[in-house]
């Protein structure tokens, strides 16, 4: 049973924690509308290969450098404000984006758009903590980190339509618009955030400096932090190319923009999964190494030259990276928590998760165009990302210790 904690039992209507996970969606619709729009773009602004994995990464920019800084922020200006501000940003970005003519403007609002994707994100999660109940807060967190892949899979199902109809002008503003929408529904229907408690008051409101070296000197926030790039950098570097990886295989159109969709959107089954299973006692670092195992596999089905005259297969491998992938997100956000020093140190302990995810999803779209404009294609994708898989496993198995080891003081 969710309720709202500050208010009793939830009000008729969309609970307030679903809210919250549509605000995460509009965010993600920001990062993932590039993909589909990358063709017209590239035709429109000549951008290159490379500028193209900047572009798309380059909303991760404020994330990455600025996420642990959010954390502290959001307990310091309160939870919900800090979602609003960040869901008013994307709006007011969004809109500028789709006056653009040139490639710098673009990417000056892209990182903007990482600026408000951030402030949106990152507390969201200790505010769905704040209106749920405590026995339903790991699943609402596994929900919770279907977020991006969601987004992403409705801007690549819908972003070829709008662009047919309205261009990629049209498709910024239609984001935008969606993200100014949401910033009314929470500020309608989200409870408001209490009055913050005062540094040395016992509380919540410990001097940021005391809650950040809380967090930096403890091993447990590092370690979902580093998995989380881990994942990240493969995730987005593989799916954000997935429409021109599709279209120079000739899958192009309706069934292209399908097809991507899917493999964006199978990732919310791993999510969702990661919840229960981890509800059921399921050990974490299982449901880690299933997905860093699936990634790697998944990708040399995808895109390795052994399959490459069987398309059917490829895409089988698409979806094993995708689908089974999910259950790290949805694994590491239920292991916030318990991985972070204390209570009070939950809202740093995630913005310092969401800067080293930001940090490899930044580096991962570049990296893999870098590597499949060397090689002349696609073929050595699996490489990177296994990479990234085995780094991933040892860092689950540190996790698994962490969590075996006795309590912390």
Not at 63 to 92: E, K, N, P, Y
Not at 190 to 195: E, I, L, N, S, T
Not at 204 to 216: F, H, K, S
Not at 330 to 340: C, H, I, N, R, S
């Amino acid at each position: 049973m969710i309720r709202t904690a500050t208010q009793g039992p939830a009000s008729a209507g969309l609970h307030p924690a679903w809210i919250i996970v549509l605000a995460g969606v509009s965010a993600a619709l920001h990062v993932g509308k590039l993909p589909p729009a990358l063709p017209v773009l590239q035709q429109d602004l000549g951008i290159t290969l490379v500028q193209a994995g900047f572009l798309l990464s380059l909303v991760q920019l404020a994330s990455m450098m600025l996420g642990i800084g959010a954390g502290l922020a959001a307990d310091s200006i309160g939870l919900r404000r800090s979602v609003l501000i960040g869901l008013w940003i994307l709006f007011c970005a969004g809109v500028a984006g789709g006056f653009a003519h040139d490639a710098v403007t673009l990417l000056l609002l892209r990182a903007v758009e990482g600026v408000g994707f951030l402030m949106t994100t990152v507390p969201a999660p200790s505010l769905i903590r704040r209106v749920v109940e405590r026995g339903s807060l790991t699943k609402m967190l596994s929900v919770w980190s279907a977020f991006m892949p969601f987004g992403t899979a409705m801007a690549f199902l819908l972003g070829p339509l709008v662009l047919h109809g309205v261009g990629w002008h049209g498709w910024w503003w239609l984001t935008a618009g969606l993200s100014g929408a949401m910033a009314l529904w929470v500020q309608a229907r989200v409870p408001a955030d209490g009055r913050p408690s005062k540094p040395g008051s016992g509380g919540l409101g410990l001097a940021w400096p005391a809650r950040l070296m809380e967090t930096l000197r403890s091993p447990g926030p590092w370690l979902i932090a580093l998995t989380f790039a881990s994942y990240a950098c493969q995730w987005l570097g593989v799916i954000g190319f997935l429409p021109s990886f599709y279209a120079q295989s000739g899958w192009t159109g309706a069934l292209g923009a399908a097809l991507s969709a899917l493999v964006a959107a199978v990732n919310m089954l791993g999510n969702v999964a990661a919840g229960r299973l981890l509800h059921r006692g399921v050990p974490a670092v299982y449901l880690l190494w299933a997905g860093f195992g699936a990634m790697a596999v998944g990708t040399v089905l995808a895109f390795s030259v052994v399959t490459e005259g069987t398309p059917v297969v490829r895409y089988l491998g698409a979806l094993l990276f995708s689908s089974v992938g999910g259950l790290i997100p949805g694994t590491l956000f239920g292991l916030v928590a318990p991985m972070a020093p204390n209570e009070r140190s939950i809202s740093t302990t995630v913005g310092w998760m969401m800067q080293w995810s930001a940090a490899g999803q930044l580096a991962g779209p570049p990296a893999v165009a870098w590597l499949a404009s060397r090689v002349g294609g696609w073929q050595m994708t699996w490489v990177a990302t296994s990479g990234c898989c085995v780094l991933g496993a040892v860092l689950a198995a540190l996790i698994a210790r962490r969590l075996s080891a006795p309590a912390k003081a």
